[in-house]
């Protein structure tokens, strides 16, 4: 849920099977609280491509309970109490990939990115029409300060953009 939430996951699984599992933790008096990712992305009107999934989570003081109970539940097989404690102890958040961390394998930019030809002649028509804009500055006339910044900047901006693709 949160990083500092007072809550851990103990089952993922099935709408069905979680309002099972949640009728059980009340009988044993413990507090649980199911998230249903796909039901809130309906009801928020967002299409959803969860597979009907919901995740169960209870107080991190009943965790070992709860995993017994789920074990117990839902398994034919019998962990011990240690394995038990071992998979309550490992949070969520540190089985789960920190995006973070992963930014490389998520973008990734090229080196040398390549420009359309329509950027390029975009470019070239606004350092050419800024340079124009300009040029009565060369015959000595008088410009308003704002025309003499903004086409400045353009054209100091398209003939670098320009420069940088022809050099690579």
Do not use: W
């Not at 796909?38 to 107080?59: D, H, K, P």
């Not at 074990?71 to 962990?79: A, G, V």
């Not at 470019?123 to 903004?150: D, H, K, W």
């Amino acid at each position: 849920m949160i990083k500092d939430s007072n809550y851990e996951r103990v089952y993922t699984g099935s709408e069905l099977n979680v309002k099972f599992l949640q009728n059980h933790l009340k009988e044993a008096g413990i507090h649980s609280v199911v998230r249903n990712d796909g039901e809130s992305a309906i009801r928020a009107g967002f299409g959803t491509n969860y597979v009907n999934q919901a995740l169960v989570f209870v107080e991190k003081e009943n965790l070992v309970k709860a995993k017994h109970m789920v074990e117990k539940i839902f398994s034919n097989t019998e962990l011990s109490d240690s394995e038990l404690e071992e998979q309550a102890t490992q949070s969520r958040l540190e089985e789960e990939p920190d995006v973070t961390e992963n930014t490389d394998t998520l973008i990734q930019k090229e080196k040398n990115p390549k420009r359309s030809v329509l950027n390029l002649a975009l470019n070239a028509g606004l350092l050419l029409y800024s340079l124009y804009r300009l040029y009565p500055l060369t015959q000595g006339e008088e410009l308003p300060t704002f025309r003499i910044v903004l086409s400045g900047f353009i054209a100091v901006f398209c003939g670098y953009t320009l420069i940088k693709h022809l050099r690579s």
